[in-house]
């Protein structure tokens, strides 16, 4: 048992060694101003060790300083899957943002909007740890209603005790949107140039009316079509844009966050 253990060991510090001269690599291709190669290394370092805030992030500068703001964008995003806190991400992200050419609105409510931002900020983990310190809390003020007689202390903890249920409630609910969001594929950036907005699954006719859209404008996916030669494979997606209107355009124009 002990020689597996060495072995296993073994095997990973040349796994962690091999990392972490892929990720130099990388970083000395970008300080050349070798993008070119760094997003390929970077990429590579991504399918090796699996999903990285900081990997995305770099890869995000990287495709950026390429000119490719699409893939920028979906690198940014990728990494606040990752770490809803990496600050620097979330900068870049908003910069290029603030670059595109097509800038839809949120048409959501104003309480749905701060509850995304909400979801948003930190990591499923923390919001559990906070949901948890919430719950203890508000153990603590049922245990001061129960055994305190002074009648200022039993109202503290029992409206006291109401809040913070309530607040432990709604902060689980984040922890559980927020662990959700890691793994929910239903957005996507356009990275085509251009793509052309449809009312049906197909290429649209010059007489029909058609919204066009620009390269790294980030959509919602609610349906697909497929073909029956290839099933499997999305032709088309029916997307949601500012959080109300529905269309469809070609899968190849755009790529999942």
């Given at each position: 048992?002990?020689?597996?253990?060495?072995?296993?060991?073994?095997i990973a510090a040349a796994w962690s060694a091999s990392a972490a001269n892929?990720?130099?690599?990388?970083?000395?291709?970008?300080?050349?101003?070798?993008?070119?190669?760094?997003?390929?290394?970077?990429?590579?370092?991504?399918?090796?060790?699996?999903?990285?805030?900081?990997?995305?992030?770099?890869?995000?500068?990287?495709?950026?300083?390429?000119?490719?703001?699409?893939?920028?964008?979906?690198?940014?995003?990728?990494?606040?899957?990752?770490?809803?806190?990496?600050?620097?991400?979330?900068?870049?992200?908003?910069?290029?943002?603030?670059?595109?050419?097509?800038?839809?609105?949120?048409?959501?409510?104003?309480?749905?909007?701060?509850?995304?931002?909400?979801?948003?900020?930190?990591?499923?983990?923390?919001?559990?740890?906070?949901?948890?310190?919430?719950?203890?809390?508000?153990?603590?003020?049922?245990?001061?209603?129960?055994?305190?007689?002074?009648?200022?202390?039993?109202?503290?903890g029992f409206f006291g005790g109401i809040i913070l249920l309530i607040a432990?409630?709604?902060?689980?609910?984040?922890?559980?949107?927020?662990?959700?969001?890691?793994?929910?594929?239903?957005?996507?950036?356009?990275?085509?140039?251009?793509?052309?907005?449809?009312?049906?699954?197909?290429?649209?006719?010059?007489?029909?009316?058609?919204?066009?859209?620009?390269?790294?404008?980030?959509?919602?996916?609610?349906?697909?079509?497929?073909?029956?030669?290839?099933?499997?494979?999305?032709?088309?997606?029916?997307?949601?844009?500012?959080?109300?209107?529905?269309?469809?355009?070609?899968?190849?124009?755009?790529?999942?966050?």
């Amino acid at each position: 048992m002990k020689y597996l253990f060495a072995i296993i060991t073994l095997i990973a510090a040349a796994w962690s060694a091999s990392a972490a001269n892929l990720a130099a690599e990388a970083d000395s291709a970008y300080n050349k101003e070798d993008y070119a190669r760094a997003v390929e290394l970077y990429n590579q370092l991504l399918a090796e060790q699996g999903r990285s805030a900081e990997v995305y992030y770099n890869l995000g500068n990287a495709w950026y300083r390429r000119g490719n703001t699409a893939q920028a964008i979906l690198a940014y995003e990728r990494a606040l899957r990752v770490d809803p806190a990496h600050v620097d991400a979330r900068a870049n992200l908003d910069f290029v943002n603030s670059r595109l050419e097509d800038k839809p609105e949120d048409n959501n409510s104003v309480l749905i909007r701060i509850h995304h931002a909400v979801v948003t900020s930190t990591s499923a983990n923390a919001w559990a740890w906070i949901a948890l310190t919430t719950f203890i809390l508000a153990c603590a003020a049922a245990a001061l209603y129960i055994f305190t007689a002074k009648i200022s202390l039993r109202k503290l903890g029992f409206f006291g005790g109401i809040i913070l249920l309530i607040a432990f409630v709604y902060f689980l609910i984040v922890a559980i949107n927020a662990a959700n969001r890691i793994d929910d594929h239903s957005e996507a950036i356009i990275t085509a140039q251009s793509t052309l907005l449809n009312s049906m699954p197909r290429q649209p006719k010059q007489t029909e009316k058609v919204v066009v859209l620009h390269q790294g404008t980030k959509v919602e996916i609610i349906d697909s079509v497929a073909t029956p030669d290839d099933p499997v494979s999305p032709r088309w997606y029916n997307v949601r844009v500012n959080s109300s209107a529905e269309a469809w355009l070609r899968a190849t124009d755009v790529e999942r966050i």
